[in-house]
């Protein structure tokens, strides 16, 4: 009898066993799928059922695939290769098909036991699942699943390492604005500027080059970035004067010593403002606010809780494709919470408006 799903409790299951051309080819199954509804037990049965025929006519060729060689057919980005690093160091040498995502998850905290979970899925889990499943559309191993971390286990973590994570930004406004550009040269300003008004992320800005501009309509042309298509975004007619009277520059990369073609504000990386972005604020006398939480959290902020703009188009504006996803993430009150604390307080003196018997005959 071929693999088929039926239901325990609230888990679905597996029977049969696999077949081919109406032949056995394994032993039989009576197994969980750990999968909630019929159809994700299905999946986890075509997916099985595939990976034991392949093992039946290719022999145990899948098995000897290591991760160390699944990393060398994925096609990493430099920033993901540096986290790959560690990993093919510790599991390199075991067979893709035998992680499983209880392993990758004790991984996480051997390779960085002082960080946070976010990191641990960042580093760790995120890049063992890009890898084997890679493999997988490649028929080599079977896909991988890995569950993250839970809010018991980010709270457990940050207790020990005496720091909370997921702190909450605290987004610019016009005043810090004015107080960092008096601070800060000309293009930084500028670039700050920019930023809050665009709701472009740092990286998207240090790109833009002289032939992305396009000042008498007034617009720019951004890269694509987090899911979203390169495309042309409207800018003020104050942006578009200030960007006028910006040459472009060339940025220098000093370790290399070798300079690249003109940018609008002449930085050779995202990191490369970062030094000078700190040393303004400092002088300014204001909080650091680095430049995502100036850019992007103080463009949202602006527009939904200052200026009262509809999600839908606060949204659309700063190019989120779901308008719920940054009213969770991205708005930030600016209430005091004592001032709230007092409105939901109670009077000390509350009026008497018991009515006595007397009353209540006469009334």
Request: proline fraction near 8%; charged fraction near 25%; glycine fraction near 6%.
């Amino acid at each position: 009898m071929p693999l088929e799903p039926f239901r325990r409790g609230n888990t679905w299951w597996a029977r049969g066993r696999v077949e081919v051309d109406g032949r056995p080819v394994t032993g039989y199954y009576r197994c969980s799928t750990s999968a909630s509804s019929e159809a994700g037990a299905r999946a986890w049965i075509a997916e099985e059922t595939d990976r034991q025929r392949r093992r039946h006519i290719l022999g145990d060729a899948a098995d000897q695939l290591s991760f160390a060689a699944a990393v060398m057919l994925y096609p990493a980005k430099p920033a993901e290769a540096k986290f790959l690093l560690p990993i093919v160091e510790a599991i390199g040498h075991r067979p893709a098909v035998a992680i499983t995502p209880r392993e990758a998850r004790e991984l996480a905290p051997r390779l960085y036991p002082a960080a946070a979970t976010d990191t641990w899925r960042r580093q760790v889990l995120t890049p063992i699942s890009a890898v084997i499943n890679h493999a997988h559309d490649h028929g080599l191993c079977p896909p991988i699943r890995i569950k993250g971390f839970s809010a018991q286990e980010r709270i457990d973590q940050d207790h020990r390492r005496g720091k909370l994570s997921r702190q909450e930004r605290k987004p610019a406004d016009r005043a810090w604005l004015d107080a960092f550009a008096a601070e800060a040269g000309p293009y930084l300003a500028t670039l700050a500027e920019f930023m809050f008004e665009t709701a472009a992320r740092i990286g998207q800005a240090i790109a833009l080059t002289p032939n992305d501009l396009d000042l008498p309509r007034g617009r720019v042309w951004l890269q694509a970035s987090k899911g979203h298509p390169a495309q042309w975004v409207a800018i003020s007619p104050a942006m578009v004067a200030r960007l006028a009277n910006l040459p472009a520059r060339c940025p220098y990369d000093r370790v290399h010593r070798r300079r690249f073609p003109p940018t609008v504000f002449g930085y050779a990386s995202r990191t490369g403002p970062l030094k000078a972005w700190r040393t303004a604020c400092r002088r300014a006398g204001i909080d650091y606010i680095t430049p995502h939480a100036a850019g992007r959290h103080g463009f949202y902020t602006e527009m939904r809780v200052r200026q009262g703009l509809d999600p839908i188009t606060a949204a659309r504006a700063g190019r989120w494709k779901d308008p719920s996803l940054p009213d969770g993430i991205y708005a930030h009150s600016d209430q005091d919470e004592r001032d709230i604390r007092g409105r939901a307080g109670t009077n000390p003196v509350q009026p008497d408006t018991r009515r006595t018997a007397k009353a209540l005959k006469t009334g």
